[in-house]
C-alpha cells in the first residue's frame, strides 16, 4: 500500500512530512527513534524539524500505521504489517522482526486459563541480541 493509501485508510492527510516519514520507514528492518529519523531524514535534504518528526510519528502511532517499541528509555517506531503481530527485537542493531499472532496467542491463552484470566490485550516483544549480531556480521 502508498503511503497516501495508508495514510487515508488511517484517516490522514497525506502530508509532505507524514509521506516523508512513511517512506523513510517503509523498508527498514530495525526501530528507529525520532531523533535518529530526523538526522537521516535532513541529512537527505527533507526540511522537517524534530518536532514535526515527533508529532508526525506520534500522530502515525496513534493511528495505526506504526508500532512503537521501547529503546533506552526513548520510543523506537517500525512500519509492520497490518496483521496482529509480535516483535522480536535486536539490543545491538535494533532490527526487528515479526512474530505471527499464532505463536504468541497459544501461550497466552494457555497461561490465562491456567490462572482463570479473562485477557483483554496483550503485547509481546521479547527482546534479545540476533544472529547477524552474535556472528559479529
Do not use: K
Not at 15 to 31: E, K, M, N, Y
Not at 49 to 68: C, F, K
Not at 79 to 106: I, M, P
Amino acid at each position: 500500500m502508498s503511503p497516501d493509501d495508508a495514510l487515508r485508510t488511517a484517516g490522514l492527510r497525506a502530508t509532505r512530512q507524514r509521506r516523508s516519514v512513511l517512506a523513510s520507514l517503509r523498508q527498514r528492518p530495525d526501530a528507529v527513534t525520532a531523533q535518529d529519523l530526523h538526522a537521516e531524514l535532513r541529512r537527505a535534504g527533507e526540511p522537517v524539524g524534530l518536532t514535526t518528526v515527533y508529532r508526525t510519528l506520534t500522530a502515525l502511532a496513534d493511528a495505526g500505521l506504526l508500532d512503537v517499541l521501547p529503546r533506552d528509555g526513548e520510543q523506537a517506531f517500525r512500519r509492520c504489517g497490518d496483521v496482529h503481530h509480535h516483535h522480536l527485537v535486536c539490543e545491538t542493531c535494533n532490527r526487528v522482526e515479526e512474530l505471527s499472532a499464532d505463536e504468541v496467542e497459544r501461550w497466552v491463552s494457555d497461561a490465562a486459563a491456567r490462572h482463570g484470566f479473562a485477557v483483554t490485550g496483550h503485547r509481546a516483544d521479547i527482546f534479545g541480541i540476533c544472529a547477524a549480531c552474535r556472528a559479529g556480521v
